[in-house]
């Protein structure tokens, strides 16, 4: 009779363990998120810099933010890791190649470790998406091309489609178990960008489509199309956050950091919000396909000129506050 009694306590302990290993993605509102704390922001000497090769935030439970440290690479890209109950998706894969420089798999793979002994599962699969094909979203990809359990999604059309569809250009759909992502692309700084909009968080991750910084247009009809698509997403879906690839703005409205730098104190926060869309879309709008610059608060929209060009002449008139020496 006691060993009955312990087969079936001992059954009933395994049934409660198998339901509290599965992660529920069904909310009424978006899952919160902690952004209270600072990011490195490299230093003078890159060589003499002791900060970690890459920066860990937990945004949330499922949710983990990286930052590559700006003294290995003056970009600074971020990548997102995105957790689900059946897969895991890493939105772009850094600036760096070579692991001894910036070990991605490293810290992806000890975060996913810690993160399924939290939730009592397995390491979940893989997938490796970068959301462009610009070299800060795609360096270190490498890296995981042999690593078990893994789907590298380099940014072609083909791997794309057999990854979200063959249909994926009109909008798809990428389920992680339980926690759906909607898929678009948004072309014009790179024919390659494309977005993802995570209903469970309410976040939209933009890659270099849209970020705090310098927005090189180089397709103007199609970057017009992408701001407009972006507008529709966040006018039919909530959007809390707005997560770019990187941060070229400092904290003083309108003002960028010299290309190419590796210092860049007191920057402007990572993240934006649907009025950024409306405001870019506006200003795109008034551009109309002319060359042009345009300054604004969050980021500098150009269109005909290469990303290490400034205001001046484009238009005539310059800021005040960018005639002071050493601004830039």
Known sequence: ???????????????????????????????????????????????????????????????????????????????????????????????????????????????????AQAQDMEMPELIVLPLGSDQSQTAAIGQFSDRPNTVVVPPTEEARSELLGAEWLQGSELDLGGRVLTALPTPGLDAKAMSLYDPWAQLLFTGNAFYPGRLVIRDFPAYQQSLSDLVALVDEHPVNMIFGGRIEMTRQPGLDYRLRANYRPNERALEMGPRHLDLALQAVNLINGSTDIRILNDFILMHGVGRGARDYGFPAYTPERFLAPNTR
């Open 1 to 115: 009779m006691a060993m009955k009694k312990f087969t079936t306590a001992l059954a009933l302990l395994l049934v409660s363990s198998s339901i509290q290993a599965q992660v529920s993605f069904e909310r009424d509102t978006a899952a919160p998120g902690n952004l209270r704390f600072t990011w490195i922001h490299g230093s003078i000497s890159a060589k003499a810099n002791t900060d970690v090769r890459i920066q860990v935030h937990r945004y949330n439970e499922h949710t983990y933010i990286l930052r590559q440290n700006p003294a290995i690479h003056w970009e600074a890209p971020f990548m997102y890791l995105l957790m689900g109950s059946e897969r895991a998706v890493l939105l772009d894969a850094g600036a760096t190649e070579e692991a001894e420089y910036f070990p991605l798999r490293e810290v992806v793979d000890g975060v996913l470790m810690r993160w």
